[in-house]
């Protein structure tokens, strides 16, 4: 039988800097991830599921009972079965896609794919039990982003035109798991103990973890080109990265020529800052890449 979890609630609110508020200092629910500038939101997860959705013209209806619910977001470990499952109920799709379901009495669900023993992992754990509950690995519960822009070629771009991509937040089990990719496992990174003794007075990410988390960055923001070729990175380390640090980029196109070697290719300049939460660039640098052209 495909086994699944309540992932997330989706709730709509008029005012999302109050509600952001309230669930992260009355509730404790720090960010997860974030859709749009961080300082205007459109989208906000908090760890423990919450999902607030900024709607201006939103009123709560008369009585509380009901009406804030927007969807419910459910983890399944067979994302095709439960599609099929929930259609032979009478469930009809939604036009964002075919994982976006209507039930016959118009709950919204919207379906995601786990990865790997996810869903079991989660069902394992009893939070009434007074046993210690297993280590879980949310680092590979990936959501499925939705693009509202197509993919730019390098003509599309333009100079100095902005981007802010999601965001990203930097846990203990990342690093770690950023360490056994590389295998740098500097005690400044995995050891608090001696960490402590260090300037930084705690774990700090490693320099390249912070790069490579920009360069993914990117791939998820609404401005992303057409897959192209990578001519490298020119990247400073200003701040430490620290575990709970929530991290974005800002991308501005900084330079545009066509190739000389390939007139189909065009070369673009991308200047990019990783911020943090306290809005400090961590770290800079440019990223320079080969895009393909329109086809005139």
Not at 67 to 96: N, P, S, Y
Request: charged share 25%; with cysteine.
């Amino acid at each position: 039988m495909n086994r699944c979890y309540v992932e997330h609630v989706a709730i709509r609110v008029q005012d999302i800097h109050w509600h952001i508020k309230f669930f992260r200092e009355a509730l404790g629910m720090e960010m997860r991830q974030v859709d749009g500038d961080s300082t205007s939101p459109k989208q906000y997860w908090t760890v423990g599921g919450v999902q607030l959705i900024s709607d201006l013209d939103f009123v709560a209806p008369p009585s509380h009972d009901s009406g804030w619910l927007a969807h419910l977001g459910i983890m399944v470990e067979e994302l095709d079965e439960a599609i099929a499952a929930c259609q032979r109920f009478g469930a009809t799709q939604l036009e964002k896609g075919p994982n976006w379901l209507q039930l016959p009495d118009g709950l919204a669900i919207e379906l995601l794919q786990a990865c790997g023993n996810a869903v079991a992992d989660v069902l394992a754990v009893d939070p009434r039990s007074d046993k210690p509950a297993p280590a879980l690995n949310f680092a590979v519960m990936p959501r499925t982003r939705e693009f509202t822009t197509p993919e730019k070629t390098w003509d599309d771009a333009r100079d100095r035109d902005v981007c802010i991509s999601p965001t990203y937040l930097v846990t203990e089990e990342r690093i770690q798991a950023y360490a056994e990719l590389t295998g740098d496992y500097t005690p400044v990174h995995i050891d608090e103990e001696y960490a402590k003794t260090t300037p930084f007075g705690t774990r700090v990410a490693h320099g390249l973890f912070g790069l490579a988390i920009a360069d993914g960055l990117k791939t998820q923001s609404e401005y992303r080109f057409l897959p192209g070729m990578s001519l490298g990175w020119t990247w400073d380390f200003l701040l430490p990265i620290k575990i709970n640090d929530v991290l974005h980029v800002r991308f501005t196109v900084g330079g545009l020529r066509p190739s000389k070697s390939r007139p189909e290719w065009g070369i673009v300049i991308l200047d990019s800052e990783l911020i943090n939460q306290d809005d400090q660039i961590v770290q800079k640098g440019e990223h320079r890449l080969m895009i393909p052209r329109r086809n005139n």
